[in-house]
């Protein structure tokens, strides 16, 4: 299902997904002015449950909290999603990407999420995006998964422990995901996520994403705003190449 979300989405690519782990939470609602004022249009929550990998984030009352005209990007790196869902949904989440490796049955998962009304109403609709980790094989992105993703995520380093460095092999993945999407005939959005530095971020967007999540790259500790709009100048030209 799309509706004026997916719409949205789909008008802003290229495009960066900030991630907000990294920024100053003390500070969270000034953080999130700085990366509207960059031109940001979406913020990438990172949510795990210390199960599906090992780090313990934070969950609905987080996404709910966040005050902000950007859209939310809910990444659920948790085990089993489809009871906990819901929540996400009332929390204002704008786009939910589950994993392929967390559930069992993922295409109940992903009939579940698309049967889901967003909180502001019917049309908006919810964007369902689909991760994979890096080994998982891409063969997994088939009918009948691919009729119920609105976006395709591959995940450049395993999920929850920090200190990884982008996998190389990630570039042609995203080659060959845009190829599946184009031969499917499908309007999917390709999404990369994890490694993501301003010294390969110009490397990792020429290879055609259409979103790149990215969080320390922006908020270092320096200049956070600065940093939004260089990345998100680099996805944007390097698309574009």
């Known amino acids: 299902m799309t509706g004026t979300t997916f719409a949205r989405l789909r ?128 063969e997994w992105l088939t009918s009948p998964l691919l009729d119920e993703v609105e976006m395709i995520c591959l995940l450049g380093i395993d999920p929850g422990w920090s200190g990884q460095k982008f996998a190389p092999n990630t570039l042609s993945r995203i080659r060959r995901v845009k190829d599946i999407v184009r031969a499917s005939g499908k309007d999917i959005v390709v999404c990369v996520d994890g490694g993501i530095t301003r010294e390969n971020i110009a490397e990792v967007a020429a290879a055609g994403p259409d979103v790149i999540a990215a969080g320390s790259a922006v908020f270092d500790g320096k200049e956070a705003e600065a940093n939004a709009r260089f990345v998100l100048a680099v996805a944007r030209d390097s698309t574009k190449a």
Request: hydrophobic residues 45%.
């Open 11 to 138: 008008a802003l690519c290229p495009t960066v997904s900030v991630g907000t782990l990294p920024a100053d939470l003390m500070n969270l609602g000034a953080e999130l002015e700085l990366l509207e004022r960059a031109g940001v249009g979406v913020v990438h929550i990172d949510v795990m449950d210390g199960c599906f990998c090992p780090q313990l984030t934070v969950g609905p009352g987080y996404v709910k909290g966040l005050r902000t005209s950007m859209l939310k990007d809910v990444h659920l790196m948790i085990h089993e999603p489809l009871s906990k869902l819901a929540e996400y949904v009332a929390a204002g989440a704008d786009m939910i990407t589950v994993h392929v490796e967390s559930a069992v049955h993922i295409h109940r998962v992903l009939q579940g999420l698309g049967a889901m009304e967003h909180r502001d109403g019917p049309g908006k609709g919810i964007v369902r995006g689909l991760a994979l980790n890096p080994g998982t094989p891409l």
